[in-house]
DNA sequence: AGAATAGTGTCTCTAAGACAGTATGAT
DNA sequence: ATCATACTGTCTTAGAGACACTATTCT
């Protein structure tokens, strides 16, 4: 079978929204475009991304792992795709798709210190559903889109467990979930909720400290989220 | 800028999942492939879909829009990206990806007939997430994510009212969400919701009948679902 | 009157919202 | 004892489930 395609085909791209909470706040990591001068938007900050290699990857969720893998030496956290998005002038070089996902990384497992020294390389705090960073390409648009579904589903799934450490307190989640949201929730209601839905695991260990001690707990399913029949109110 | 990548670029696609309902049936459209000696899958039921055309095509969504004007005439349904998947193995022509979206049509929009005899395009009744065809590539797990997509979404969603043609009563909408969901749902919590929601704009005219008229309504914005804070119960 | 479908009343149940109250550790 | 945080009790409310009941048209 010959050149099934009288155009040419698109470059295929996949960029990762890579998150985590430090130091309170929903950051997502960013890595600075080379500088080069053919290279578009030189210097820059982005999403970090990249090429389709079809020699070394199997899939584009491989893709995706595999550029998490390169960024973080994370190899397998809560990843979910947003979607693709394509279009004749969203990069310079021409036509262009990217294949976009998110992926929630521990907040034991960030591999770099928050707001570290690194030039090319740094996590960025998301203020409503953008960073500080001027980002290149429609990485904007991108990033606003995952931190949209990613804030849709804390709504109604226990998504922030996936942030959370192997082991960790109800309060601890529960501000998880309210960092992510940007809101408080009301304590009793999330307790019942967490607990009634059976994806938690309470250990015969508690958290001490200089107060009432409080029961640990590790998700039973480090692969799965559950989805709750209803959203938060308000 | 030249050549920004060392490897060949993956071949893009655009499928698109076209429902609508039929006979009281969710039906989905189906195409023949070619039956040229070159083509994969000559003469196999597909969905319809094929290559990003990068002088046509504006971004992906228009590629997909062309694709569903091209097969059924139609230009502004409900139209939704499922997501995207690529690999080395899903088209025997080499590595591929495919950009999947999902139309919702509506029942009075429909531009074939049911079970119509043309040899080349067809409805095809949805049983569970399948058809009765072989579906070409791997269209079956395609058209099994944009099933799962429209029946998660549609327990929180107004979606089933855009299969719904421009005047319609409450418990004909009922009958939409029930053939979609495969089960039925209580009549009076559905109209409760439905009519709280305020999506609907109740008409000054009732659609007549060998018993009690019942009041007709239309669709306040035909182009965004509404979401609700719960899904349905069991 | 009877058939057929539209639409309502009402009781129960579940889970959330609000928020006060109790429990248990460190100092 | 006091502080700090963990955890529970309980009243209210919103909406779903069940299902019987009433309403309005046609024949």
Redesign the interface.
Known sequence: ??N??P??????MVDVVILSVLEGELQVLLVRRPAGE???FPGAWALPGG?????KD???EH?ALRKLKEKTGISSPYLE?V??????HRD????S?T?VYFALLPIDASPLQPGGNATDIRWSAVNGEKVREKLAFDHPMLLKHAIQRLRAKVEYTSLPAFLMPREFTLTELQRMYEVVLGRELEKKAFRTRMLSAGFLEPLSKQKEGSNRPAQLFRLRDRSNPIFF???F?R
Chains 1, 2 share one sequence.
């Open positions: 079978m010959v099934p395609n155009f040419p085909y698109p470059m295929s053919r290279e578009p090429f389709v290699d079809t020699a199997q899939s584009l893709c795709q979607g693709s998005w394509g279009g004749a310079p070089r021409g036509w798709t294949h029949a209803r959203t109110g």
